[in-house]
């Protein structure tokens, strides 16, 4: 069945799909950044031209499907089926299953190194531990499903070229929509980094205890540890994730590390030997660093340093602020120790971006004037702005990660934002 044509010179068409189907054919369309009724199209055309009928498609609980076609495809679609003697929902099964054939899942992304993320800022209290779990979280989480997303200025533009690039493009989106889109479906090792351990805490797990024959990342470090570490790795069992992300829990060991450092060799790299052999593994290895600036600290910035064959901006230092005064201050610090180590040792170092976190534009005049600030600074510049709710305050209380917690919280869409926007 169709409608009259519309002013662009399609029609509505009307007809059934079976759920399943749609399903399939609404998440495949989004990540090849394609429009559905633009796969329909293409894949009717395609049913059309082929010799012979395909296999059956179990079309058994259809439901209702409209799109909107290039006027006169549907009644060649009809004519077609007739002739194949299969019904117009079959006819129409079959072109959406051939589309979804010939347009395999794109697969993710892998490369030479992990990239790593040290998100860092000398400021205890500014929420850097829910930042990295929230955004290693999204980073994980399933490509095979679709996930609201809160579109942010510049992934909207990269979200438009997409759509420019498929057959029927669409308008921009607008940056404050949120949109179902696909999971990253990348490999993510979560470091717990910082002596208080909050990271192991919040994801429920438990922390490495401090004892003479257990070993930790710190004694990783130290040259101390006895075994793998490998060994200390644990998953973050969610179905969400699907495997792809993992825990390095913190020990409370950690608050001597500066003191073992300082009798390493070479201290800087320490990190990076001790992360070395999980390497293979990740995509992505995301480090929650301690409110520090000793030579852990240095350790951490060493390792988010960019490598030799890598591009900019994959790995680096991503901070994490609040809209107040001493979050500035912190700031100014942290930046001094990054670019002292980048002119000492002749490394580069990028920044990522800064999170504005905990935002509440009901505190008044300090508040909005100093994100007005941040978002001033340009360069970094500021890629998130997470509201102060109560989703992941609540996911911690119940030792939960907040995706999982709250998934279609406004919390939960701004940090697949702030994935997309750092990848």
Known sequence: MSSPATPSDREKVVSKLPGWLRQNLKIRAAQHGSEMQAAVEQGIATWIGLASTLATVDTAGAESFSAFLPEGQWEQLREVAKDRRVSLTQALAQSVQLWLDTHPAPGVERSTHPRRRIVCNQKGGVGKTAVTAGLGEALAEDPERLHPVRISRHFAEKLAEAHADADTPT????????????????????????????LTKQLGQEEIQMAPDVDSLS????????????????PITDDRYGGRLDLLPGCKDAFLLDVALSRVRFREAALERALAPLEPFYDEIIVDCPPSLGLSMDAAIYYGR???????????????????????????LLVSQIEDLRADMGIEIDYLGIVVNLYDPRRGFIATSSLEAWIAIKDPKVVAVIGDLTDQRKAVRVKQPLLSFAPRGEQAVTMRALAREVS
């Open 171 to 198: 308008e921009e989106p607008d940056p404050l929509e949120v949109e179902d889109l696909p999971g990253l479906g990348r490999r993510t090792l979560l470091v717990d980094y910082d002596p208080q351990r909050h």
């Open 219 to 234: 004694k990783h470090m130290s040259g101390e540890a006895q075994g793998d570490i490998r060994d200390l790795v644990v």
């Open 306 to 332: 960019r490598r030799e064959d890598e591009d900019p901006g994959k790995s680096g230092a991503l901070v994490v602020v609040q809209a107040e005064d001493s979050s500035a201050d912190a700031y100014d």
